[in-house]
């Protein structure tokens, strides 16, 4: 596609529920991120995969939070039993290259996550 | 850890005037600093970068300089027009995989 999909766009849930966020890089784009962004506040990066490897997870708040990208594209962040502090934007960015730095990253519109 | 600090977190200049926001970063191994653009309800898009060998680099009404010795970095937007209303966050590279990102400022060009 043109840009970065990431889908639902808005998702609310109550507390407990499980949620699962999609995102679909720019094809052909080697590495993967994911961020939450809380209101008012930038980006905080969760978690980096370069094609199928996560090679980082380290910005995972918690083991309630997995992701993966099995097959080098398109990447799922799964949160489980959600709580109220999980309320944020969900943004994935892609990147042409591997390792990430030294080159743009491009974002998509996001996920809203609202757990009443 | 790495750290990314952003000033002012609010800026409203009048249509015309020069804005300038200023970023401090910790990790001496940053070699990368993006600056984005977020409108309301938007994707943040990347306006201008700079990589840590260059001093500054000029696009159109943007300007982003870097000093390496003091750890900081600034954007500067020339002739702002209203358009250029948004938030603005600036962000470091740390070398692994992270980008840290400054806790962005909200730019209001007046008419």
């Known amino acids: 596609g043109a840009g970065v999909s990431q889908s639902p766009r808005y998702k609310v849930a109550k507390r407990g529920q499980d949620v699962a966020l999609r995102c679909d890089p720019i094809?052909?784009?080697?590495?993967l991120f994911w961020y939450q962004q809380a209101l008012g506040q930038g980006p905080e990066f969760l978690t980096y995969?370069?094609?199928?490897?996560?090679?980082?997870k380290s910005g995972l708040p918690s083991d309630r939070f997995f992701a993966e990208r099995p097959e080098g594209s398109v990447s799922t962040l799964k949160i489980q039993r959600t709580q109220q502090e999980d309320s944020a934007v969900y943004l994935c960015?892609?990147?042409?290259?591997?390792?990430?730095?030294?080159?743009?990253?491009?974002f998509g519109d996001g996920t809203r996550l609202s757990i009443l | 850890g790495e750290n990314v600090e952003q000033h002012p977190s609010t800026l409203s200049v009048q249509e015309g005037d020069s804005a300038v926001i200023k970023c401090t970063y910790s990790?001496?191994?940053?070699?990368?600093f993006p600056w984005y653009k977020q409108e309301l309800g938007k994707r943040p898009q990347l306006i201008i970068d700079?990589?840590?060998?260059?001093g500054e680099k000029k696009d159109q009404r943007i300007a982003v300089t870097l000093n390496k010795t003091a750890k900081h970095f600034s954007l500067h937007i020339t002739e702002t027009q209203p358009e250029d209303s948004a938030v603005y966050f600036c962000a470091a590279f740390s070398g692994t995989y992270k980008y840290i990102f400054g806790t962005g400022t909200r730019l209001k060009v007046l008419a």
């Open positions: 700079i990589r840590s060998n260059v």
């Open positions: 995969f370069q094609n199928e490897a996560q090679l980082d």
């Open positions: 990790d001496s191994a940053s070699n990368y």
């Open positions: 960015a892609s990147s042409l290259r591997q390792g990430g730095g030294n080159q743009p990253q491009h």
């Open positions: 094809s052909g784009h080697v590495s």
